[in-house]
């Protein structure tokens, strides 16, 4: 661990880099404990470019803590829908809820208060009551974790921010006046600079007190399992008045419970036709390879017996919470509204196997 002269070092080059090298993000841009929340929760394991495009939209819905508190689940993962991990957002809208009945409204403004709410991680709890309130805590991610692991040049073990080892060090390196900022710097130098890969050692603002100085070993990647499965596109009547028939998920499942789905095709119902639409879609270690048909509205025999089902308008589409997956694929094909021009001319179950793979190569290409 670095002296306290050393320590001073370290939090005055770290810092004077943030400053002159931070993003422009617009979480950054309050100082208000829901909006610092909403993004800190988005942002686990999430990209931060994929957060830049749910975050505005998801903070015009609920623009304070009592609008998410006050909304229907249905509608919080409607907003969510496509960012996956949706247990995040189930979450949050749980903890706001706590927020308003058991706080009168009010964020805890420490780290040990806001982990007692419901869904709130070590994290999270740290990151809000450090940058909205200035508590000086460490916040350790994924990204800091390997900051602090290459500086002091320790072993990559799996979990070592979760046991306490580097919280410790990260404790004693927080800066107590700039809590906020020094805990957003040490995730931006992770995110931008010391990459897992190839990180950029020659512009980093600690490389001279860096033990490791480049890229060391990781632990090993888990391996990937992959799956194929067959989805169905059934639309009723022409674009733009068409409905399309989706499947709601058991709420007991152990995968995004209660979220809508295109309904799932049964061995042999694709009849020889070609598919309208080939996607891989990764969620947790799962590859999966996923063919999507278009069928005609009548012929709903050809799927598997799943859930409760019902034909939802297109106009509606955004106002259900679907799964990432068909939001990808019903994106892709067009069906959604605001997406990618006008949609089909014509009810896509009806298109010929030729018309079908025209129209799938000349507007979507390749995955």
Same mark, same amino acid.
């Given at each position: 661990?670095?002296?306290?002269?050393?320590?001073?070092?370290?939090?005055?080059?770290?810092?004077?880099?943030?400053?002159?090298?931070?993003?422009?993000?617009?979480?950054?841009?309050?100082?208000?404990?829901?909006?610092? +929340?909403? !993004?800190?929760?988005?942002?686990?394991?999430?990209? @931060? !470019?994929?957060?830049?495009?749910?975050?505005?939209?998801?903070?015009?819905?609920?623009?304070?803590?009592?609008?998410?508190?006050?909304?229907?689940?249905?509608?919080?993962?409607?907003? +969510?829908?496509?960012? *996956?991990?949706?247990?995040?957002?189930?979450?949050?809208?749980?903890?706001?809820?706590?927020?308003?009945?058991?706080?009168?409204?009010? @964020?805890?403004?420490?780290?040990?208060?806001?982990?007692?709410?419901?869904?709130?991680?070590?994290?999270?709890?740290?990151?809000?009551?450090?940058?909205?309130?200035?508590?000086?805590?460490?916040?350790?991610? *994924?990204?800091?974790?390997?900051?602090?692991?290459?500086?002091?040049?320790?072993?990559?073990?799996?979990?070592?921010?979760?046991?306490?080892?580097?919280?410790?060090?990260?404790?004693?390196? @927080?800066?107590?006046?700039?809590? *906020?900022?020094?805990?957003?710097?040490?995730?931006?130098?992770?995110?931008?600079?010391?990459?897992?890969?190839?990180?950029?050692?020659?512009?980093?603002?600690?490389?001279?007190?860096?033990?490791?100085? *480049?890229?060391?070993?990781?632990?090993?990647?888990?391996?990937?399992?992959?799956?194929?499965?067959?989805?169905?596109?059934?639309?009723?009547?022409?674009?733009?008045? !068409?409905?399309?028939?989706?499947?709601?998920?058991?709420?007991?499942?152990?995968?995004?419970?209660?979220? +809508?789905?295109?309904?799932?095709?049964?061995?042999?119902?694709?009849?020889?036709?070609?598919?309208?639409?080939?996607?891989?879609?990764?969620?947790?270690?799962?590859?999966?390879?996923?063919?999507?048909?278009?069928?005609?509205?009548?012929?709903?025999?050809?799927?598997?017996?799943?859930?409760?089902?019902? +034909?939802?308008?297109?106009?509606?589409?955004?106002?259900?919470?679907?799964?990432?997956?068909?939001?990808? @694929?019903?994106?892709?094909?067009?069906?959604?509204?605001?997406?990618?021009?006008?949609?089909?001319?014509?009810?896509?179950?009806?298109?010929?196997?030729?018309?079908?793979?025209?129209?799938?190569?000349?507007?979507?290409?390749?995955?």
């Amino acid at each position: 661990m670095p002296s306290a002269p050393g320590i001073a070092d370290f939090r005055s080059s770290l810092l004077h880099w943030f400053d002159a090298h931070a993003r422009d993000l617009p979480w950054r841009r309050t100082h208000d404990p829901y909006a610092i +929340w909403v !993004s800190e929760t988005m942002l686990q394991q999430t990209r @931060v !470019s994929v957060v830049m495009d749910y975050y505005p939209r998801f903070m015009a819905r609920f623009p304070n803590l009592e609008t998410l508190a006050r909304a229907d689940e249905a509608d919080v993962l409607a907003m +969510w829908s496509g960012l *996956g991990y949706y247990r995040r957002a189930r979450a949050l809208h749980e903890s706001a809820r706590a927020v308003l009945a058991e706080y009168n409204g009010e @964020v805890p403004r420490t780290a040990a208060g806001l982990g007692r709410l419901p869904g709130v991680g070590i994290y999270t709890a740290a990151a809000v009551a450090s940058i909205a309130f200035g508590e000086a805590v460490p916040a350790v991610d *994924g990204n800091v974790e390997r900051v602090l692991t290459r500086y002091f040049g320790h072993e990559p073990v799996a979990g070592a921010a979760r046991s306490g080892k580097l919280r410790r060090e990260a404790h004693r390196l @927080v800066d107590p006046d700039r809590p *906020g900022d020094f805990n957003e710097a040490m995730m931006e130098l992770g995110a931008t600079v010391c990459l897992p890969r190839k990180p950029l050692c020659l512009h980093c603002p600690l490389r001279q007190g860096c033990a490791t100085r *480049g890229e060391h070993a990781g632990a090993p990647a888990r391996k990937m399992r992959s799956q194929t499965t067959t989805l169905a596109l059934l639309q009723r009547r022409q674009w733009p008045k !068409s409905e399309v028939l989706l499947e709601q998920r058991p709420s007991d499942a152990a995968q995004m419970p209660g979220m +809508w789905e295109l309904p799932q095709l049964r061995e042999g119902g694709e009849n020889g036709d070609a598919p309208l639409l080939t996607v891989r879609h990764s969620i947790t270690n799962t590859n999966y390879y996923v063919s999507v048909y278009g069928l005609a509205a009548n012929e709903q025999k050809l799927l598997l017996q799943g859930g409760e089902r019902e +034909w939802v308008p297109v106009s509606n589409l955004l106002e259900r919470p679907l799964t990432g997956l068909t939001l990808k @694929v019903l994106k892709r094909l067009r069906v959604m509204p605001g997406y990618s021009g006008a949609g089909p001319s014509v009810v896509i179950g009806e298109l010929a196997p030729d018309a079908a793979r025209e129209f799938d190569a000349a507007l979507f290409g390749a995955e």
